[in-house]
């Protein structure tokens, strides 16, 4: 593991979480836009591919492979950290093109225990 990545945990899954995507094709969107984005619950999960650091993100459900779910985040770097909340910047596959991408990432309160 190089000093520059964002490394959370190997094969660690985090929620409850909301993902807001920051950007669409690599162009990043105004205030207006993200707040009009589908915004994806569930949880977040680290992983490695080799050399690469992967984010993905799961709903729990088993139809998760039918589901619209974001693209992939592929070696995620923190751009920013507040009070439950955190921004991770990588780069995203869509049909075989790659582009930058920037998730936003609400924890959510989860049910009292």
Known sequence: MTSNMAHIADNVAMGPVRVTLLRRQGRKLKMAQVQAE???CGSINSHWLRTTSIVTMRTGL????QKRLPPDLYNPVFSSVGNHRLRLYGIESIDGAAYAQEWMIDFLQSASI
């Open 62 to 65: 088993a139809d998760d492979a």
């Open 38 to 40: 589908q915004q994806y």
